[in-house]
């Protein structure tokens, strides 16, 4: 008895190894190369925490209007021309530099904007969307070669320069929200 059972069990066991160790006639993985690159494109399209870059987004308009305030700030920040610059700025933005200014010991707008990274090589702004007194351009610098989406206003019937991006604001009210 002892006998037939472990038959029975060996034959069972035997079964199910070759069940599962058959394979189906469409080949899963057809092509065999040796290429790395085959494989790292292969192997990036499932993994999570691949980095991926968006395509540009296409230029939809010059920004006629917003163009020439940009190319007064560009103008600005290459003379170094603090009073040039506070006529580009809307008074918000003004006001919170010159709090942040106080804050760092600084006294020149143009010495405490010296990060940013403008030239006259590449300054340009693209796809403006005007509502009413307010829109939004997206602008292109050397600091910003792919272009950041920034926020512009009208004060007394001028376009002005604002220390929003939209992009980036978004992102603050998202993770201020998910963090509630």
Partial sequence: ??????????????????????????????????????????????????VSTPAPEQTTNNAPTLTPVFKAYCAAMIKKDDAALRKVYSQDTIQYFEEEMKADGEKSL?????????????????????????????????????????????????????NKAPNVEALKHSAANSSR
Avoid: H
Avoid at 26 to 48: D, E, G, K, Y
């Fill in 1 to 50: 008895m002892r006998i037939k059972i472990l038959f029975v069990f060996t034959f069972f066991v035997f079964s199910i190894l070759i069940l599962a160790c058959g394979g189906s006639d469409t080949a899963v993985n057809s092509t065999n190369t040796n290429s790395s690159a085959a494989n790292a494109a292969r192997n990036n399209t499932n993994n999570p925490l691949a």
């Fill in 110 to 162: 143009a010495a405490f904007l010296a990060d940013e990274q403008v030239s006259d090589k590449l300054c340009e702004v693209r796809n403006e969307q005007i509502q009413g007194d307010n829109a939004v351009g997206e602008i292109r610098t050397e600091g910003y070669p792919n272009g950041i989406k920034v926020a512009f206003v009208k004060e007394n019937g001028e376009w002005k320069l604002t």
